[in-house]
T-cell receptor, first 113, second 115 residues
Framework: AQTVTQSQPEMSVQEAETVTLSCTYD???????LFWYKQPPSRQMILVIR??????QNATENRFSVNFQKAAKSFSLKISDSQLGDAAMYFC??????????FGKGTHLIIQP | DGGITQSPKYLFRKEGQNVTLSCEQN?????MYWYRQDPGQGLRLIYY???????QKGDIAEGYSVSREKKESFPLTVTSAQKNPTAFYLC??????????????FGSGTRLTVV
């Protein structure tokens, strides 16, 4: 069974600084996707970024980028130029096609002004 | 705008009572899901449905039931057999075409509290 591990329950960063959230996963598949979701205090789940495992290039969405290390089964999220609106829970997730997502337990990101 | 609507936003259940959480989507997605979120536990899959009139148990299905009579609707019933139902419940939908997964869309959730 696939598992997703986020080892940082909470992270804190100064506004405008860069922070990296860690995620490791376990799978026997060779082709798959990985997601990072953001859950702000409103509790709405928002897709931040998606990585396709067969692509060598790391995904980037504006200030958000990933460091995808397939051999190490590592999928970290880097947030550059942190803003107060980035404060939220961040979840790493592994999709099983149409069978649902396996989530990590989340990292609570605090932005210090 | 297309999206997922969950209702109600807050729900209170008495001991021994069944309650039903509503989830409606207008995204034309085939697959729909129910997740439960507890503090420090992340999100856990309760039930999912890939097509109308078919659904499968997720990791924590005991004490819950679902139906999928229409593509747009996937209601979740929390039965009296669920001993610890206080949690935040999220509904989601997804579309997967061939090997491409376009991600999952979530509703805004229902907070269920036992009183």
């Amino acid at each position: 069974a696939q598992t997703v591990t986020q080892s940082q329950p909470e992270m804190s960063v100064q506004e405008a600084e860069t922070v990296t959230l860690s995620c490791t996963y376990d799978t026997s598949e060779s082709d798959y996707y990985l997601f990072w979701y953001k859950q702000p205090p409103s509790r709405q789940m928002i897709l931040v970024i998606r990585q396709e495992a067969y692509k060598q290039q790391n995904a980037t969405e504006n200030r958000f980028s990933v460091n995808f290390q397939k051999a190490a089964k590592s999928f970290s999220l880097k947030i550059s130029d942190s803003q107060l609106g980035d404060a939220a829970m961040y979840f790493c997730a592994y999709p099983h096609g149409a069978d649902g997502l396996t989530f990590g337990k989340g990292t609570h990101l605090i932005i210090q002004p | 705008d297309g999206g997922i609507t969950q209702s109600p936003k807050y729900l209170f259940r008495k001991e021994g009572q069944n309650v039903t959480l509503s989830c409606e989507q207008n995204l034309n997605h085939d697959a729909m899901y129910w997740y439960r979120q507890d503090p420090g536990q992340g999100l856990r899959l309760i039930y999912y449905s890939q097509i109308v009139n078919d659904f499968q148990k997720g990791d924590i299905a005991e004490g819950y039931s679902v139906s999928r009579e229409k593509k747009e609707s996937f209601p979740l019933t929390v039965t009296s057999a669920q001993k610890n139902p206080t949690a935040f419940y999220l509904c989601a939908s997804s579309v997967t075409t061939g090997q491409i997964n376009y991600g999952y869309t979530f509703g805004s959730g229902t907070r269920l509290t036992v009183v």
